[in-house]
């Protein structure tokens, strides 16, 4: 199964956009690239997922590379609810199984 | 909040012991999973389910066993307990029909499971 690579940790100072990086250099044709985040004593929670094409929803936008090797989870305006362990995920179009990996720590600082 | 219940919310247990740890859900999702989440290592999928009866192992299924006799129901059960699989532990059901083709998973609230 193809891994993904994130730096461990992150700040960013609060109403400032935040760019997660996240590389996925072993990436298939049909691999699906989600992103997670999981708040302190929580669950983790769907934040966003593409394929080829950049999206947008409510909470972020997620920037795929042309060649898809990476991915970039983009935050407008941190706010101290964001901080947060992110976890950037590929999941097989055939696939049940998502493969959390250890995520990046953002601290956002007021 | 997609219906996700788990129990019990802590336990304390000894090395050699039978723990079940359960997971409900209200919404009559077909996936259901099992992960654990330990510092270092994020979350490992443990086993899941895709129906009544049908499970299959995940990437940390040795020492682990579950059981999907309701479609509500799945329960993780650790047959002899080792200080090892002291971790916090997450269900989860996969969604998905609000953004198509996300297959989102929605997550319990966590079983905090310590053996001594």
């Known amino acids: 199964d193809a891994k993904t690579t994130q730096p461990n940790s992150m700040e960013s100072n609060e109403e400032e956009p935040v760019h997660l990086p996240c590389n996925h250099s072993?990436?298939?044709?049909?691999?699906?690239i989600h992103w997670y985040r999981q708040l302190p004593s929580q669950g983790p929670e769907y934040v966003i997922h593409g394929l080829t094409s950049n999206v947008n929803n409510r909470m972020a936008s997620l920037a795929i590379a042309e060649d898809r090797k990476s991915s970039t989870l983009i935050l407008h305006r941190a706010t101290l609810r964001d901080a947060a362990v992110y976890y950037c995920i590929l999941r097989p179009n055939t696939g049940n199984q998502f493969y959390f990996g250890t995520g990046t720590s953002l601290t956002v600082i007021p | 909040d997609a219906g996700i219940t788990q129990s019990p919310r802590h336990k304390v247990t000894e090395t050699g012991t039978p723990v079940t740890l359960r997971c409900h859900q209200t919404e009559n999702h077909r996936y259901m999973y099992w992960y654990r989440q330990d510092p270092g290592h994020g979350l490992r999928l443990i086993h899941y389910?895709?129906?009544?009866?049908?499970?299959d192992k995940g990437e940390v299924s040795d020492g682990y066993s579950v059981s999907r006799s309701k479609t509500e129901d799945f329960l993780l059960t650790l047959e002899s307990a080792t200080s090892s699989q002291t971790s916090v532990y997450f269900c989860?059901?996969?969604?998905?029909?609000?953004?198509?083709?996300?297959?989102?998973?929605?997550f319990g609230p966590g079983t905090r499971l310590t053996v001594t």
């Open positions: 989860a059901i996969r969604g998905g029909l609000a953004v198509p083709g996300s297959y989102e998973q929605y």
């Open positions: 389910s895709y129906g009544v009866k049908d499970t």
């Open positions: 072993t990436i298939s044709g049909t691999d699906y």
